[in-house]
Nanobody, 127 residues
């Protein structure tokens, strides 16, 4: 069983930055493909970013390219989401997700792809 614990959320002004962290335990981290999703009030959960087991490939929601960066440190069993130039519309609960994938080197971009989820961390961007 995989446990995922997010941290790093908070309140930030528009234009600011935050770095979210997700610490994983329970399975060999380097065998997990990882992702970040978010859910704003009244909206469905949406894909934000994904990364392969090695960190060699990433995928992003098109509208976030250039502002958000996903990366991982397999030695620390942690995946990160660096968020820059934040906008009020980025306000949401951000969730970390993990997939024990048989295929190496793929990124996974839909909710149903993932097997494990964190509890979420709130990000609020004020205007």
């Amino acid at each position: 069983q995989v446990q995922l614990v997010e941290s790093g959320g908070g309140l930030v002004q528009a234009g600011g930055s935050l770095r979210l962290s997700c610490a994983a335990s329970g399975l060999t981290f380097s065998r997990l493909a990882m992702g970040w999703f978010r859910q704003a009030p009244g909206k469905e959960r949406e894909f934000v970013a994904a990364i392969t087991q090695s960190g060699g490939a990433t995928s992003y929601l098109d509208s976030l390219k250039g502002r958000f960066t996903i990366f991982r440190d397999n030695a620390k069993n942690t995946v990160y989401l660096q968020m820059n130039s934040l906008k009020p519309e980025d306000t949401a609960v951000y969730y970390c997700s993990a997939k024990y994938a048989a295929f190496v080197g793929l990124t996974w971009v839909t909710i149903k792809d993932y097997d494990y989820w964190g509890q979420g961390t709130q990000v609020t961007v004020s205007s």
